[in-house]
């Protein structure tokens, strides 16, 4: 029977095979039963290694690791979450993400565990360079402190020089004068560039990083405009995304290719671009507009990583000046951040994206393999969104509602199909493991930025608006609006489609009636009304 219990697992997870994380499903003595493709591409050549302790096969170790997360699953029966080294097939050290799933039996004794393994090799990676870079700025801030010390000292020393020396002090003294002023003034860039290495490491927010690069830049080198257009490498073309000191509809009135204008060919050479007077120069692509904007003298400063552009920054004076070398030097140092900042958040974006792909597969998988939910997740999004469009809700919420509505029901992929579908009805027992699918799906989905608005909808969509719900037992409009929509499509798709738990699905009529009867108790009034509305118009099947 064990070894058909197993079978059922594997046969269960194969659909996991084509996904970019690993998988390992491991029994209590810490030994291999199944690996996914990827998992064994990551650490194996040719043979299986299925029947061996996983802590031999990924960490080439003796003994079980120190701080292993499958062993706090098989202990404490929750989810556990570690970042473990591992020791690839080629021999690299990498990092990982290791989420330990416990897999229990009806007596919810854990038998198993499921590693979910997410190779974040580069992002540790970027995040010491990140701390490095800190940790030198900061050391050359305490410098250039006790530099100023020094200065200071000898300042003291030289007024105190005879008056007949007077001439002599004069010159030392603005000769000093000027030096601390250069002091002060890169102690100020320093200071600049510490707080957007911060901003980039605190919250991956690509727009607000740039946006506070572009601040800083028009402050310190006194410019009267300072732009900001991405790298569209696939469409050959410039995309505005940020300015200060003028309207960001003129970027959009003044598109650019790569290889066109100042920034095209700075775009294009990866080198940067000093203009004397851009109405004097007829490489320009809009004069009229640099005529009516009163642009002079320009740097246009390209973005690289790893020498690629990503984008490119523009400082614009209205004004003719001289550009100085401390200048040059601060807006390459800002384009480098602007460069980290883009390709922090794409190393960000691919790692949520990639993880919330896996839950949707495992959704779809856990649906696929039960023929009463086949398709269960995609209907109940597609109502809910009609719903939202018909209650003339935000963009926003519309994405938010389709991304957390596919993978509302996550949260149930560590319950047994026995209790899943079961023909009759549940034991109290029974009924308590299933009211904690909810938490458990939106722990599951709290990784992810992108979605952390749309945790509420599920971990409420089975709350009643009389309070008689489940998890928590809020009640009203305590309910997120998306969690209640969410609701009542949740349950409408379930009264028209077989269960296991009765005889046959209710006609679309009779699911109407059973909304109308439960409108102000189970469902919000105004989202039953809007609803039926719907369904009499759209006459879902």
Not at 163 to 179: E, R, S
Not at 255 to 283: C, N, Y
Not at 285 to 297: I, L, M, Q
Not at 509 to 520: D, T
Request: aromatic share 6%.
């Amino acid at each position: 029977m064990k070894n058909k219990s197993l079978n059922n697992v594997v046969k269960g997870l194969a659909v996991v095979n084509g996904v970019a994380a690993g998988f390992t499903l491991i029994d209590r003595n810490l030994r291999i039963r199944w690996v996914n493709d990827t998992q064994k591409n990551w650490f194996s050549n040719n043979g299986s290694f299925v029947g061996s302790h996983c802590y031999e096969i990924y960490e080439k170790r003796k003994h079980a690791c120190r701080g292993c997360p499958t062993l706090k699953a098989f202990k404490t029966g929750e989810i556990c979450d570690a970042i473990r080294t591992g020791i690839t097939v080629n021999g690299e050290k990498r990092y990982f993400h290791v989420s330990a799933n416990p897999i229990k039996d009806k007596n919810k004794k854990v038998v198993k565990v499921l590693e979910l393994v997410k190779d974040i090799n580069d992002q540790v990676k970027t995040g010491l360079i990140q701390k490095s870079r800190i940790d030198r700025l900061k050391g050359i801030c305490s410098n250039l402190k006790e530099t100023n010390k020094k200065l200071k000292s000898d300042m003291d020393r030289l007024k105190s020089v005879s008056k007949a020396t007077k001439q002599v002090i004069d010159d030392l003294g603005k000769k000093y004068k000027t030096t601390l002023k250069k002091l002060n003034y890169t102690k100020e860039e320093l200071r600049d560039l510490y707080l957007v290495n911060r901003s980039i490491s605190g919250n991956g927010d690509t727009t607000k990083t740039i946006s506070l690069i572009t601040r800083l830049a028009k402050n310190i080198l006194h410019a009267d405009v300072v732009t900001v257009r991405l790298v569209d490498n696939e469409n050959r073309i410039l995309i505005p995304k940020a300015a200060i000191g003028v309207n960001k509809g003129q970027l959009m009135d003044t598109p650019l290719k790569i290889g066109q204008s100042f920034e095209g060919v700075a775009a294009k050479t990866g080198k940067v671009m000093v203009v004397k007077d851009m109405q004097a120069d007829d490489r320009t692509a809009y004069p009229e507009s640099v005529k009516n904007e009163n642009f002079h003298t320009a740097i246009f400063v390209p973005a690289l990583f790893n020498r690629q552009c990503l984008a490119v920054i523009g400082v614009i004076y209205r004004r003719v000046k001289e550009v100085a070398d401390e200048e040059l030097a601060l807006i390459k140092a800002f384009s480098s951040q602007v460069a980290v900042a883009i390709q922090e958040t794409a190393y960000s974006d691919d790692v949520h994206k990639n993880y919330f792909n896996t839950l949707k597969a495992l959704v779809l998988a856990m649906e696929a393999r039960d023929p009463y939910t086949r398709g269960h997740s995609e209907r109940v999004t597609k109502y809910a969104l009609d719903i939202a469009r018909k209650l003339a809700l935000p963009e926003s919420m519309l994405s938010i509602i389709q991304f957390a509505g596919t993978v509302h029901d996550v949260g149930k992929i560590g319950i047994s199909d026995l209790i899943l579908n079961k023909p009759g009805k549940l034991t109290a027992a029974e009924r308590a493991i299933i009211e904690l699918h909810p938490i458990k799906g939106a722990q599951m989905l709290e990784p992810l930025k992108f979605i952390r608005t749309g945790i509420p909808l599920v971990r409420h969509h089975h709350e009643r608006y009389d309070g008689a719900g489940y998890p928590d037992r809020i009640q009203g409009e305590e309910i997120p609006l998306s969690a209640r929509i969410l609701a009542c499509a949740d349950s409408f798709d379930a009264m028209t489609s077989e269960r296991p738990y009765r005889l046959k699905k209710m006609s679309i009529q009779e699911a109407v009636s059973e909304l109308k009867a439960n409108s102000g108790t189970q469902f919000d009034p105004k989202i039953v009304s809007v609803f039926i509305t719907l369904i009499r118009k759209e006459k879902y099947i």
